[in-house]
């Protein structure tokens, strides 16, 4: 399997450290407001990594940081804490702030189906370990205490710049950053800082503050996945600073490569912009949600475009998504009724390749839009063919396989059609064999009102939950 490594700029041979056994870890949600699906697109294409690995039968440790203290409003060190910001405005405390955002998070998580990953530390509950991890930073002569807190001396760090291409030369040849008279460099990064005005602060040998943003992903992924590990992602906004200072920290403490491979997603865009808070141009999860779209319809939206491409989101990509799960389920529910004897070769030929193509584009670098096709194609070429029941079953449990990794089908609910409807149906089946029309149509408005659509088809009515 090839992934693209951001740290070596090309695609290379996976395999994880360990045999078997993949250590993954991303940077999750900043708690100080429901995340929008920019975020989540991120989120998802983790949880495709996730779900493809297990596919693939290995096993996978998963870690996903929430980030409730020290995420500045900008992604520099200057600014306010953005938890900080939220509590004022609502005046709640932060942690306040925290639970309710990170309980609205997972509800997103849940209804995008995403696998709950197997740990999701916070941050407030990891300061011993970060102070841990910068009293070794001050004992190596990385880091060093200044009036306003305790910075990362950069130019002490070989290889920063190695992720980002923003070494320091680099930096100080580019645009000036407002100087901090504290700092050594003008781009040494906040370890700790010192602010009697903070709502959340910790007592550390060197005094009582608050921990920077980088560091808590530098303490928290270590101590769950050790101190080298397979595979880091995030959006591409993290690369620099965040991912750049994270190596500076991990690789400084432990003499040690941090991560072997780093992914990171392109943004979503709206309008051919990055989808963001600041800019105010964003929808969370619950907003597509209360527009009458189903979590895994904004599942297929966010994970159907390869994650090194820009995702333009737009409505029209929800419909289209909606039309492209219920192909795919409308296949399963006719693959259900077959019931010849005799075998089709052009089925079981469609079944191999189509498997053989999905497992060759997901292997190289997660090319989701050609596993797609390759469904696609599948259905295509079985639906041309005459299958046998027992050909039938197996595209049914292929495509199940294929949709461990999808997570967009609901065929069994979709066959669960109450007993109040059926009667309608029934009743309105009656109606139009006596040509009384208005009557049949009137049951079908009634049907509708209940949540379910009559489709007339050859074969007689069929009826779909309207919600999906
Ligand atoms: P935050 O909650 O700001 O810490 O961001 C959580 C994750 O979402 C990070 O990995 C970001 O890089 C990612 N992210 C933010 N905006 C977008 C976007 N428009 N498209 C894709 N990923 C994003
Ligand atoms: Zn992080």
């Known amino acids: 399997m090839r992934l693209y490594n951001t740290l070596t700029r090309r695609k290379e041979e996976f395999a994880p450290l360990e045999k078997n056994h993949i250590r993954m870890y991303h940077c999750g949600p900043t708690v100080y407001d429901h995340a929008h699906i ?14 493809y690995f297990e596919f693939r039968g290995y096993r996978v440790t998963q870690v996903m ?20 910001v939220a509590a004022k405005r609502q005046r709640k405390d932060p942690y306040s702030i925290a639970r ?18 197997h740990h999701y530390p916070r941050a407030t509950e990891h300061i011993p370990e970060m102070i841990a991890l910068i009293e070794k930073l001050l004992k190596k002569g990385y880091a060093y205490k200044a009036a306003d807190g305790v910075y990362f001396d950069v130019t002490k760090f070989e290889g920063y710049g190695k992720l980002s291409g ?3 030369e680099r930096l100080m040849a580019g645009a000036r950053v407002a100087v901090n008279p504290n700092k050594r460099n003008p781009y040494d990064f906040a370890l700790w800082k010192f602010d009697p005005k903070h709502l959340m602060q910790w007592d550390a040998p060197w005094g009582r503050g608050f921990p920077g943003w980088h560091i808590e992903c530098s303490a928290m992924s270590v101590k769950y996945l050790g101190e080298t590990f397979d595979i880091h992602t995030g959006g591409e906004d993290g690369i620099f600073p965040h991912h750049e200072c994270e190596i500076a920290q991990s690789e400084a403490a432990t003499g040690k490569p941090f991560v072997r491979f780093w992914l990171h ?17 964003f929808y969370t999860v619950k907003d597509i949600l209360k527009k009458g779209y189903s979590g895994r319809v904004l599942r297929y939206v966010l994970m159907s475009t390869h994650y090194r491409k820009n995702l333009n989101f737009t409505f029209e990509g929800l419909d289209a998504a909606k039309a492209a799960i219920e192909r795919m389920e409308n296949f399963v529910l006719s693959m259900q009724d077959v ?30 839009s050609a596993a797609l096709a390759a469904v696609f194609e599948m259905i295509r070429a079985v639906n041309r063919a005459s299958p046998s029941q027992k050909q039938a079953q197996r595209a049914i449990r292929l495509m199940h396989r294929f949709d461990e990794v999808l997570a967009v089908l609901d065929v069994e609910r979709k066959k669960e059609v109450p007993e109040e409807v059926l009667e309608l149906v029934r009743r309105r089946q009656e109606a139009r064999k006596a040509k009384d029309y208005a009557t049949a149509d ?25 919600s999906d």
């Open 166 to 168: 923003n070494t320091v």
């Open 38 to 51: 920019g975020n989540f697109r991120a989120f998802v294409f983790a949880d495709i990594l996730r779900r």
């Open 65 to 84: 940081n929430i980030t409730d203290v020290g995420h500045m409003t900008t992604d520099a060190d200057e600014g306010e804490d953005k938890l900080e």
């Open 100 to 117: 309710f955002y990170e309980a609205s998070f997972f509800e997103d998580v849940d209804a995008l189906r995403i696998r709950r990953a």
């Open 265 to 281: 997603v392109r943004f979503l865009l709206v309008d051919g912009q990055k989808m963001s808070k600041s800019l105010g141009n």
């Open 339 to 368: 019931a010849g004897a005799s075998d089709d070769p052009a089925v079981d030929e469609a079944l191999k390749k189509a498997e053989k193509d999905f497992v060759e584009a997901m292997d190289d670098d997660i090319e989701i």
């Open 442 to 466: 009137a049951i079908r408005e009634q049907v509708r009102k209940l949540g379910y659509l009559i489709e007339d088809t050859p074969k007689g009515p069929r009826v779909k939950p309207l």
